[in-house]
């Protein structure tokens, strides 16, 4: 089956100028896009030199955008992602094209705990995979790899799903999972990145915050919402025995967190039935 790579990049030139040799010698019959978000050095220059796929923006799009723009300009039947800061190997893509060959519809590259960038986005990933894991039923070892091949008309089923933004991975995992399309992860060592991350703690923080509830609404939303309304609605039970026992009344507040408990249960059910519809595969 015919192969496309496509590597995201925002002013990576250093990085594609050790990366791009690595993935034409390896892979010589490959189609490789280097998809440029609007960079500011050589990154669309260099990939051109070495003779691989450009397509640029006019501005910066994000990660997820120019993951989707490679994704509906592959020819390939098996995509496969991976950065342009030189920490992935191209010599790690036969590791994941076998477990396809097994069986499976995406398999991941994971990285072990050395392999995070530092140890507060090492324990943000841990606590992602954990939760993810409980919400699929499924163990999930690196919930925001990039590394990852997959094939392609099944990852193209999911293209208006993915953010513009950095949590691409994320979303594109659960979906799979979601629609019962079987995932692979594949133990993998990555290199110290070349250049500047683009991540920014303050400023991706409450990105990152959000995907831990992408996570729960892009799966099974009544695993999220089900338990606050058991909270909401034993809080209120509660608070109704103690002000009876007190005061000999039914009291607002509670009243407030029964009928709390009973909107966010009815928010989950109205979600759960609009996550089957997303999902909802007319053949």
């Known amino acids: 089956m015919r192969i496309s790579i496509i590597l995201p990049a925002k002013n990576e030139a250093n990085g594609l100028r050790q990366t791009l040799p690595g993935l034409k010698a390896a892979y010589p019959e490959a189609e490789i896009i280097v998809v440029d978000d609007g960079s500011t050095d050589d990154t669309a220059a260099v990939a051109t030199e070495h003779g691989v796929r450009v397509l ?35 010599g790690d893509i036969p590791k994941l094209l076998e477990r396809l060959e097994a069986g499976y519809d995406m398999a991941v590259g994971a990285r072990n705990a050395g392999g995070q960038a530092n140890v507060g986005r090492g324990a943000a990933n841990a606590l992602y995979n954990r939760l993810a894991s409980w919400m699929t039923g499924h163990r999930i070892a690196d919930l925001t790899s990039g590394f990852r091949a997959v094939r392609a008309e099944r990852f193209r089923e999911f293209l208006h799903l993915l953010p513009n933004g950095f949590s691409y991975p994320t979303t594109s995992t659960m979906a799979f999972f979601r629609s019962a399309y079987p995932v692979a992860y594949v133990p993998i060592e990555v290199a110290r990145r070349i250049g500047r991350s683009h991540i920014r703690p303050l400023r991706d923080g409450a ?19 089900a338990p606050a309304a058991l909270g909401f609605g034993v809080l209120g039970v509660a608070y109704y025995a103690w002000s009876f026992a007190k005061y000999g009344r039914f009291t607002n507040m509670s009243a407030l967190l029964i009928s709390a408990a009973v909107v966010v249960f009815l928010i989950g059910l109205v979600s759960e039935q609009i996550t089957a519809l997303t999902y909802r595969r007319d053949d």
């Not at 990660?63 to 496969?80: H, M």
């Not at 915050?209 to 939303?221: D, G, H, K």
């Open 56 to 90: 640029s923006s006019p501005y910066s799009m994000g990660n997820g955008a120019a993951i989707k723009r490679g994704a509906r300009a592959a020819s390939g039947e098996i995509l496969v992602f991976m950065d342009a800061d030189g920490q992935h190997n191209a």
């Open 207 to 225: 990105r990152f915050l959000i995907i831990i509830f992408r996570i729960a609404t892009l799966y099974s939303p009544l695993k999220l919402f």
